[in-house]
């Protein structure tokens, strides 16, 4: 059975997996904030070099396995596979959403 995604978040996604990265302006709002690995990312251009610098250095792709929705989050477990100590790990992505976009992403 198919996980349907907010639009954001399918678009996050398919981008974590794409070779390319893209502009990630066209799933996160300007102000948005990402946390993963004990930092904050604030706005689009620290988000974007997060991005960016994560996909080189783990050489990464995300399979989505669940997705639910709790009060103003949705939450995707996914199965994360790169060049990193553990891999494959089991990852939990906590989306916050306004606006069609995604305002705040905390991975742990």
């Excluded at 990630?24 to 709002?29: H, I, S, T, V």
């Excluded at 948005?32 to 070099?49: F, L, M, P, Q, R």
């Excluded at 992505?93 to 069609?100: I, K, R, S």
């Amino acid at each position: 059975m198919a996980i349907h995604f907010p639009a954001p978040i399918a678009l996050f996604f398919q981008l974590s997996n794409d070779k390319d990265s893209a502009s990630l302006d066209r799933c996160f709002a300007t102000d948005a904030s990402v946390h993963d690995e004990k930092h904050t990312y604030n706005g689009i251009a620290e988000i974007t070099d997060w991005f960016i610098e994560s996909k080189k250095k783990y050489s990464y792709t995300a399979e989505p396995l669940e997705m639910e929705e709790a009060d103003t989050a949705v939450i995707v477990r996914a199965r994360v596979s790169g060049n990193f100590p553990g891999s494959p790990a089991m990852l939990r992505y906590t989306f916050e959403l306004g606006n069609d976009k995604i305002r705040s992403l905390d991975i742990g």
